[in-house]
């Protein structure tokens, strides 16, 4: 093994969600001396087999990505991976055929997990890999939750109140029955929108009787909310009401709402945390959202207009759980009148806190940033690359990686709903200057990363070290 660090490999899918939490745990792991390459997650691995041997940080463990961990390691790269979607998750057996495939877990090297729920699931998987370290260290967007994390938001909070005042927050998340693209959906729509019985990515590894009882269950939320939207524009004629749809839905349906109303905004931009901050309530239905709320202090509503407990409690639990629940309009009005009063605030209780330090770790103490390059330093990934794999084999791991690449950028510039303007839609171009900016308020923050630099690895990505 060669006497350098191995180069840390950061693909960030969902930019918005996603790429301030993993721009600080580049920041860590580059002023430990780790070199980092963080950026589109396509882009990653358009250019997989170009980087130095490395550390690839996956964001889940899917049959989706077997071929891409097969070529990474067969390129000589090592993985270790957490799984994004830990904290909302279907009952184990689903979410095991759902969201881990024996072969890629297999390609596994450590795992970095939530919390100790995160654990205590990952250990009933039948198939889990014997001596697969998994290391309770929770999550760098858990770390960006924290109070003394929240002045990083405070220009964006303040710029967000001047310019829409005072909102409520509606987080939609009905990708399954409103996806962006048709075949990321559970099922592939007609061309009318209606469901059809071929599979879409959402459907994959699911039994059919719980996709469709999902479908039903989440398209009639859908409609739910479609009414909730202009409902509340009357009801609270006051206020401004700012939709926010989860970036892989098609934003069409909310639009068309908007444009029947006078202080309905549509609007994706920005990572959620400074919305949050920055509105006076949040309403959802089991989104994530709804644990970040939580965690910020946010008081927030899950609307369980149409409700059903196996979806809703024990699917979409945690937020809902965490979240005051509201199963009418009456109630969802009332609910919002005490809070905008003042007489409710964020929700509390020590059954909820019970539930979220089960689920989180790292809400305090070190950062969840610092725990997981501990790992990878004790691994000795700090001080050598990965072992070389034989040359033959590195070779066609680099032919696969050429031909995977060939055939993606091929799809992406296919006419119609195509991967291009999806990637766009969820990683759209962002300058060095504003990854600087950013790395600058963490420094500002924290007193460190001074010695920190960026430079434009190659188109949406970025090269950072110390």
Known sequence: ????????????????????????LSCVAAERGFPVIIGSRAFVHFEAASFPRGVYLAKSMRSLSNSMFRILRMLG?????WEEEALVHPPAETYFSLRLSPTTIGNVSHIFAWGQENVDLL????????????HITGNPRGDILRPEMRPYF????????????????????????NPFIPNIGLFVPAKDGRKTSRRGQ???????EFAEGLWDHKHAILEDFKQLIPALEQAFPRLTIVVRPHPSENFKVYNDIAANCKRVKVI??????????ASKTMIHNGCTTGLEAYALGVPAISYLSTFNEFYDYDFQGLPTKLSYQSFNFSELRDTLAQILEGKLGAPGGEERRTLIDYYLTAQNGRLACERIVDILEESGYGKSQPPATPLGTRAQGWAFAKLKAAVTNLNMRRPGPN??????HRFPPIPIAEIEKKIARFGRLLNRFGNIRVEQHSQHLFRIHG
């Open 77 to 81: 790269h090592e993985i270790v991976a």
């Open 123 to 134: 250990h009933q998987y039948p198939k889990l890999p014997e001596k697969l370290p998994i």
């Open 419 to 424: 991967r291009l303007s999806y990637h766009d």
């Open 1 to 24: 093994m060669k006497n350098c660090p191995s180069t840390l490999i950061i693909p960030v899918e969902n930019q918005v969600r996603e790429l301030d939490a993993k721009l600080l």
């Open 202 to 208: 959402s459907g994959l590894g699911v039994s059919r």
């Open 268 to 277: 994706h931009e920005g990572n959620v945390i400074p919305w949050l901050l």
């Open 154 to 177: 405070d220009t964006e909070v303040e710029k967000l109140r001047k310019l829409h005042g005072d909102f409520i927050l509606i987080n939609t998340n009905f990708t399954e029955v």
